[in-house]
């Protein structure tokens, strides 16, 4: 009994866990982004400066844009870039 406490508590705490997904995504302007789990984020392949706001939220700078990526409570992602003279877009995450 204790041992299926311990499975069913372990799985529930993961599942709350988001964290940065593994993912590749397109924005307008021909930016490619990369995630891996956890992090790194890549930005037309080289790695961005990543600050992280809370467990669903986080912001990658690097060639001149930034990356936003929220983590949907289902955990999708939802990926849009701020660019330079305020180009910004959503960007189209791949499956």
Known sequence: MRREILV??????????AGIPLLNAT???NIEVHADRGGPVYINGKEGK???FNDNYFEAKGSGVTISLSINPDGSAD???TGKNRAN???????
Do not use: F, R
Request: with cysteine; net charge positive.
């Open 8 to 17: 069913l508590l372990l799985a529930a705490s993961g599942a709350a866990q």
């Open 27 to 29: 924005c307008p302007g």
């Open 50 to 52: 990543l600050k992280t």
């Open 79 to 81: 990926v849009s870039y």
């Open 89 to 95: 877009g959503v960007c189209q995450v791949k499956e």
